[in-house]
């Protein structure tokens, strides 16, 4: 079907994110990335989604299919199990009465760009005879730790250190959650073991991240499969600046405090913020919440923290902050801004490649999925921050992130680090601007649709 359109008409690629924001933003960078080589890009998310959080990216069409929760989203699932059995059996339906729709509209798809989280999108496209690529929003180190797993080379909790292809030894606790303490999430446990179930039928496997970034293990994975890293999603006029006026996502499932945020910072001195944020879904203890406060008024700096409105009933009783707290903030707008010296992150991959493509020194705080992996990545291989310890509670606690804080605003380890986080930015750019190595990909991938 795809065949008959080809030669009048642009290419178009379904994109089709887990629908999480920390999976629809790389895949809307991505498709602006083929807009501007002229391929036609249609988003895919669900109903909810859409209806809450309309896109300002005009120029990249939303398709909203159901995911069987389409008045309340995620939320009103009542588990993870619930909603992803559900997402899988209705989702598959509604993935292929889009389809179906397309082509009787006059719009027929070449290829489908799925979420790794969502496999069986692969099984719908093939129904239709239509290529696909396996897209993975997570670090290449963290797919290697996956895939063996899910070969049963590495045990689940793993007994002692873990050792895969061109990583270095890690601790259990370097590990993905899901890898050293399965138990609390199994439903989460069978997505991120089983996104390889099906990926050797796939056309094409995407990375969101660089070469140079992970290079060794590149090169692993692409022995395996025809992998293509198309990273760091970051909008445009963060890296090489070619797409005009790319300088959001373009959908935000939170409401910001932009202004409120921008005039704070304005009036702070150059590197003297630091700024606190543990991502759209991370959730801390009350006890965790407390130590991360008094830390920070303890501290003596300025700090700029992300404390959500569901979070907000967890800070200390009475707690009167030396900072700015608020909500919500447009995240590379602060991190691009010349007042932040150091962002206290939770390590999800998204906020480590915005702080790697900015050049900003990291305090890594994980907390579950892939983040500790992301940390131990952060700190001993690229080299631009410090991770803190925990307590034999698990806790972090003042006294430790005060140190670290410290460490990296004033002491000389902060000195390497932002000379490091430095050198990362140079490359993250260089991989996207013209002939750059992710530039590259996406061309050979524009290539083969075209073919």
Not at 301 to 317: M, S
Request: proline fraction near 6%; include cysteine; charge should be negative.
């Amino acid at each position: 079907m795809a065949e008959q359109h080809k030669a009048t008409k642009s290419p178009h690629v379904l994109l089709f994110p887990f629908p999480s924001q920390g999976h629809i933003n790389p895949l809307i960078q991505f498709g602006k990335r083929l807009l501007s080589k002229s391929v036609k890009t249609t988003l895919v998310t669900t109903i909810y989604i859409a209806k809450t959080s309309p896109s300002s990216n005009t120029s990249i069409a939303v398709a909203p299919i159901s995911d069987g929760f389409d008045d309340g989203g995620y939320m009103t699932a009542g588990s993870s199990e619930s909603y992803l059995e559900t997402f899988h059996q209705v989702g598959s339906k509604s993935l292929a009465d889009l389809i179906k729709k397309l082509e009787t509209e006059g719009n027929p798809v070449d290829a489908i760009v799925y979420d790794s989280f969502v496999p069986w999108a692969l099984d719908v496209a093939m129904e239709f005879g239509i290529k696909a690529g396996c897209f993975f929003t997570q670090a290449c180190a963290v797919n290697d730790v996956y895939y063996h797993v899910y070969k049963g080379v590495v045990t689940v909790p793993p007994p002692a250190t873990v050792s895969v292809p061109e990583l270095p030894e890690l601790q259990p606790w370097e590990t993905p959650s899901f890898v050293h303490n399965p138990g609390p999430y199994p439903g989460w446990v069978h997505i991120v073991f089983n996104q390889f179930a099906n990926i050797h039928q796939a056309r094409w496997v995407f990375s969101n991240s660089f070469y140079k970034l992970e290079e060794k293990v590149i090169d692993w994975m692409r022995k395996m499969w025809p992998l293509m890293v198309v990273g760091p999603t970051v909008p445009s006029m963060y890296l090489d600046k070619r797409l005009e006026d790319d300088q959001d996502y373009g959908m935000s499932l939170l409401k910001s405090n932009h202004i409120e945020c921008m005039n704070w910072l304005n009036n702070k001195p150059k590197g003297s913020v630091v700024y606190v944020s543990f991502g759209s879904y991370g959730e801390l203890g009350p006890e965790q919440m407390e130590e991360v406060a008094l830390c920070l008024n303890e501290s003596g700096v300025n700090f700029l923290w992300i404390v959500r409105e569901t979070e907000k009933a967890k800070l200390p009783k009475g707690y009167v902050s030396n900072g700015l707290i608020v909500s919500w903030c447009r995240q590379l707008e602060v991190l691009a801004h010349e007042a932040v010296g150091c962002f206290v992150t939770h390590c999800g991959f998204n906020s480590t490649l915005e702080t790697i493509s900015l050049g900003v020194p990291i305090v890594a705080m994980p907390h579950w999925t892939d983040q500790p992996t992301n940390a131990k990545c952060l700190e001993d291989i690229w080299g631009v921050g410090v991770r803190v310890k925990v307590d034999e509670n698990g806790i972090v606690t003042r006294a430790n992130l005060v140190s670290c804080i410290k460490e990296i605003m004033e002491g000389e380890r902060g000195v390497l680090a932002k000379n490091n986080a430095s050198k990362w930015r140079e490359f993250a750019i260089q991989a996207m601007s013209e002939g750059g190595s992710s530039d590259k990909d996406i061309n050979e991938f524009v290539s083969q649709l075209k073919e």
